[in-house]
C-alpha cells in the first residue's frame, strides 16, 4: 500500500485508485473454502434475530470460506433456515433475552479455527452481553475481532462481579490487550467516550483517534463520510454513499461484510476500509436503480461480489 498517495495531512483519502493500490487478500485458483477463512458470527436475540442474518450474509457475501453463527436457542433454528449455508449454535440466554456468560464455554472449540469474529448486531441485555464479551475477550487473543451495536459498550460500561469472598470488583475494558475494531456511529460515539454527540459531530477525527489510542483498538466513525482510527494514529477518511443507507439493518450489513473480508485474511484496517467503501458503493448502485431512499439493507449484500471485482487490480 502507497500512503503517499490520496492523503490530506496524515489523513488517507480512499477512493478506488487507492482501494486498488491495496489489494485484498485472493485465494488460489485452486483454493478451497479453508483458504478463504471462517467467520463466527455472535448476534441476534428473539427480538431482533434478522441482524444475524444480515450480518452472516454480508459475511458470506463479503467472501468468506465458511461461516458459523452463534445466537440464542430461542432463534438458532429459525436463523438455520434463513442461512442452509451457516452452521449455527444454540447458545443460553437470560431471561431478558441476552446470551448467558456460560455460553463461552460452548465456543471454546470453535474460536481458535475462525479468522475472525464478529459480536454484537442485534444483540440485547446490556450487561449479559458485556459480561460474555468480557469472558470471551482472553480466547480471541489471536483472532481478528469486529466489536459492532451493544457489543462496543464493554469499553463503557462498568460491570460489578462478585468474588468468592463477596467482596464486589469492578470489571471493564479499558484498553484492549489486542487491537479490536469498535463501529460507532456518532450517537454511539458520544455514549462510548462520555461526550456530548454535537462534540462528535464538530470534532470526529480527533475524537475518533483519541479513543483509539485510549482503547488500543480501531474505530470506524460511521457516517456520511466515516473516519478509520488506528490506535498509532493513523486515519483514513471515506466520502460517499447517500442517505439510504441510513436505514435498518445498514449497520448489520456493514458489520458482516467487514468480518467477512477479515475472516479472508485482510488485517482489521484493511477490511474496514473496504467494507465501508464496498457498502457505500452498494448503496449508490441500489439508488441508481430504485432511487434515493427505500432501498433495503438486505440487498446491499447482492451488489458485494460485483463490487469486489470490479475493484480489482488493473493488469
Request: hydrophobic share 45%; proline share 6%.
Amino acid at each position: 500500500m502507497n500512503d503517499q498517495q490520496n492523503q490530506v495531512g496524515d489523513i488517507v483519502r480512499v477512493d478506488d485508485d487507492f482501494l486498488r493500490g491495496w489489494p485484498l487478500p485472493m485465494p488460489s485458483v485452486e483454493g478451497d473454502k479453508e483458504e478463504r477463512g471462517r467467520v463466527l458470527v455472535i448476534a441476534g436475540s428473539r427480538e431482533m434475530p434478522g441482524a444475524v442474518i444480515l450480518a452472516a450474509t454480508a459475511a458470506l457475501r463479503a467472501g468468506a470460506g465458511k461461516l458459523t453463527i452463534a445466537t440464542g436457542s430461542s432463534i438458532a433454528p429459525l436463523v438455520a433456515l434463513a442461512i442452509p449455508e451457516s452452521r449455527v449454535i444454540a447458545l443460553p440466554e437470560t431471561s431478558a433475552g441476552g446470551i448467558a456468560a456460560t455460553a463461552v464455554e460452548t465456543l471454546n472449540n470453535i474460536v481458535p479455527r475462525c479468522g475472525s469474529v464478529l459480536i454484537g448486531p442485534g444483540m440485547q441485555d446490556e450487561p449479559a452481553t458485556c459480561a460474555f464479551i468480557l469472558s470471551l475477550l482472553p480466547r480471541l487473543a489471536d483472532t481478528q475481532v469486529v466489536l459492532d451495536a451493544s457489543a462496543m459498550n464493554v469499553v463503557r460500561r462498568q460491570l460489578q462481579a462478585v468474588d468468592a469472598s463477596h467482596h464486589a470488583q469492578q470489571k471493564y475494558v479499558s484498553s484492549f490487550r489486542s487491537p479490536v475494531l469498535l463501529t460507532p456511529h456518532a450517537g454511539e460515539m458520544a455514549h462510548l467516550a462520555a461526550v456530548d454527540k454535537q462534540a462528535v459531530v464538530d470534532n470526529p477525527i480527533e475524537i475518533a483517534r483519541q479513543s483509539a489510542r485510549r482503547w488500543n483498538a480501531f474505530v470506524a466513525l460511521k457516517g456520511a463520510t466515516t473516519f478509520l482510527a488506528a490506535p498509532d494514529g493513523r486515519i483514513w477518511q471515506h466520502d460517499g454513499g447517500n442517505v439510504g443507507l441510513a436505514t435498518s439493518g445498514s449497520g448489520d450489513t456493514l458489520a458482516g461484510i467487514i468480518a467477512g473480508l477479515a475472516a479472508r485474511g485482510a488485517p482489521l484496517e484493511q477490511a474496514c476500509v473496504w467494507g465501508v467503501a464496498l457498502h457505500a458503493r452498494a448503496g449508490e448502485r441500489l439508488a441508481q436503480r430504485h432511487g434515493p431512499i427505500g432501498y433495503l439493507a438486505g440487498e446491499l449484500s447482492s451488489e458485494v461480489p460485483a463490487l469486489m471485482h470490479a475493484l480489482r487490480p488493473h493488469g
